[in-house]
């Protein structure tokens, strides 16, 4: 998931059209960029405004589909945040695998080392994000 930061001043904003074109634009880069195979069903959807995140991914192992919701609402405010949000929900997907691991393991390791495994991936996320970025910076 991807935390909401302050929005931009309104006159700034977009259309959802916009966002949402910006949003497929950014979903074709990552995926390549990531090297996520072609065999992976991802799809994008859009939501109102309420929620705390910008954006969030569900991953279906099983299937090879994974869902990337974005909140609409928001990133009009935001759009310099689109890329950002697309690219950090696509390395989610990228680091899914350890998700399958963690499901595996016992209920006992639930708890702390629950937090501290959100934590990690969370933390690793963010750093494959920044690399998306400067590697390839929105070019909106
Ligand atoms: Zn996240």
């Known amino acids: ?7 931009a ?8 059209a916009q966002v949402e074109a910006h949003a497929h634009a950014a979903l074709t880069a990552a995926l390549n960029y990531f090297r996520i195979p072609d065999h992976w069903e991802v ?9 705390d995140n910008a954006g969030e991914v569900h991953v279906d192992q099983t299937y090879l589909r994974a ?19 697309v690219g950090h929900e696509v390395a ?6 350890f998700d399958a691991f963690w499901v ?3 209920d ?15 933390n690793t ?9 400067r590697d390839h910076p929105d070019p909106a």
Not at 1 to 7: D, I, L, S, V, Y
Request: with cysteine; glycine share 8%.
């Open 1 to 7: 998931m991807t935390r909401k930061a302050p929005p």
């Open 9 to 16: 001043p309104l006159s700034q904003a977009w259309t959802g």
């Open 104 to 106: 595996g393991l016992p």
């Open 67 to 85: 869902t990337i919701t974005l909140n609409t609402e928001y990133l009009r405010t935001s759009p310099q945040k689109v890329w950002e949000t």
């Open 43 to 51: 799809t994008l959807c859009f939501s109102g405004g309420d929620g």
């Open 108 to 122: 006992k390791t639930q708890g702390k080392q629950r937090e501290q495994y959100i934590r990690a991936v969370e």
């Open 92 to 97: 989610h997907i990228a680091l899914a695998p």
């Open 125 to 133: 996320v963010v750093q494959l994000t920044r690399m998306w970025l």
